[in-house]
Nanobody
Framework: QVQLVESGGGLVQAGGSLRLSCAASGRTFSSYTMGWFRQVPGKEREFVAAMRWGSGTTYYADSVKDRFIISRDNAKNTVYLQMNSLKPEDTAVYYC???????????????WGQGTQVTVSS
């Protein structure tokens, strides 16, 4: 059973940084794609970033490119989202997700974490 547990959310001022963690268990994730998504109440869930675990290839939404960095720690089976230069519009619940690789990095994720709130004050 795949489990994804996010942590690291919180309240930060605009221009600040936060690092989210996603501890993954229940599989060998080398053949998986790991994604970060976010959602604001009343809006659709939005793709933020993804990484092909095996190759390390990364993908970013235009809105976070050059500010956010997705990375992994193989030994800890953990994926990170380093968020820099945060803006109030980055405020959302952030979710970690996993899918088998081979398809789109934006869609069809099967496994989801519970989410962690990120609030950026102006």
């Amino acid at each position: 059973q795949v489990q994804l547990v996010e942590s690291g959310g919180g309240l930060v001022q605009a221009g600040g940084s936060l690092r989210l963690s996603c501890a993954a268990s229940g599989r060998t994730f080398s053949s998986y794609t790991m994604g970060w998504f976010r959602q604001v109440p009343g809006k659709e869930r939005e793709f933020v970033a993804a990484m092909r675990w095996g190759s390390g290839t990364t993908y970013y939404a235009d809105s976070v490119k050059d500010r956010f960095i997705i990375s992994r720690d193989n030994a800890k089976n953990t994926v990170y989202l380093q968020m820099n230069s945060l803006k109030p519009e980055d405020t959302a619940v952030y979710y970690c997700a996993a899918r088998t690789s081979g398809g789109s990095y934006r869609n069809d994720y099967k496994y989801w974490g519970q989410g962690t709130q990120v609030t950026v004050s102006s």
